[in-house]
């Protein structure tokens, strides 16, 4: 059964967001021509996007969508949870490896028209959750969250995803060598890497690239992986996942859990979604089935 028609929502836009294209006429064309009744939130910092999402379900929105990227994205998405409104991606970010994962047209009025089509269909997705912080990509410690921190806002305006490719060149110069202790649900280990991720979505930023075959954005399950090093046996294991290998070597660790703890000596800073929010050690759990978003209707096997 198709969703009702959506008679009002709300578009949180990030003015700073990465991309150089007139969003408001294209907006307001395509939802006129909808006849639905639409306003816009602009965010300043970080945190608006979460409190004006939680604003736009106590006003009585129907459907509320977040114009940027990942990030824009995350916050949006962690005001939603625990509320039967759907989320809808206007992908408009340097990444947006998001809509990537989950069909959702790359440009604007395409997307746009998406949120208002009458056979789309709203999949419910498990987020995870750091505190009151939540993510829907992943999160990640050590060289990601260096790569990520190194890319300047400037230089993602300019260059987009190249600047992360230019970070993680930088970062490598000096990679840091870390010690990891993770209790894994009831498991404890402890291992040596580069950086430890926890994935709710594999997806790395095109379409059938992805971190591990077995990552889904639906199970109820986080994905933890241990990146050991950067080198050839990395590489190999990588392509391994995007050939949907399961045997993937060993300088790729990976659990699947419903909730972890992450120590690391040195302390390490840690990233979700793009988006620095704090420092291990920390406690990630997964919260399924937390949030509707509005995708693309699947395609029946012929």
């Not at 006003?59 to 977040?66: F, K, M, P, S």
């Not at 009831?186 to 077995?214: F, R, T, W, Y």
């Not at 120590?263 to 919260?287: F, H």
Request: charged share 25%; hydrophobic share 45%; with cysteine.
């Amino acid at each position: 059964m198709n969703p009702p028609r959506i008679l009002r929502l709300q578009v949180i836009l990030n003015p700073a967001a990465g991309q150089d294209e007139a969003v408001l006429p294209t907006l307001n064309r395509v939802f006129r021509e909808a006849d639905i009744e639409w306003d816009v939130s602009l965010t300043h910092e970080r945190g608006d996007a979460r409190r004006l999402a939680r604003e736009a379900v106590q006003a009585g929105a129907e459907l509320v969508a977040a114009y940027g990227g990942d990030g824009t994205v995350m916050e949006t998405a962690s005001g939603l949870v625990g509320s039967d409104v759907p989320l809808g991606i206007l992908p408009g970010g340097t990444a947006n490896v998001m809509a990537i994962e989950l069909g959702v047209p790359r440009e604007l009025e395409a997307a746009a028209r998406l949120l208002l089509a009458p056979d789309v269909e709203r999949r419910a997705l498990d987020v995870g959750r750091v505190g009151e912080e939540h993510f829907l990509l992943r999160l990640g410690t050590g060289f990601e969250a260096v790569v990520i921190e190194g890319a300047e806002r400037e230089l993602k305006d300019r260059m987009g995803t190249l600047a992360y490719i230019l970070s993680a060149i930088k970062a490598l110069r000096e990679p840091p060598q870390t010690t990891y202790r993770l209790l894994l649900d009831d498991e404890s280990v402890q291992i040596e890497g580069m950086s430890c991720l926890v994935a709710n979505s594999g997806n790395l930023g095109l379409p059938g690239l992805a971190l591990h075959p077995k990552i889904d954005v639906s199970d109820g399950l986080l994905d933890v992986v241990v990146i050991r090093q950067v080198d050839f046996d990395t590489l190999i294991s990588l392509a391994a996942s995007v050939a949907g290998v399961e045997n993937v070597p060993e300088s790729l660790p990976h659990w699947q859990v419903r909730r972890v703890r992450i120590e690391s000596d040195p302390v390490q800073d840690v990233q979700a979604d793009g988006e620095m929010i704090g420092e291990t050690p920390i406690e990630v759990e997964v919260v399924p089935q937390a949030l509707q978003v509005v995708v693309p209707a699947r395609q029946e096997a012929e």
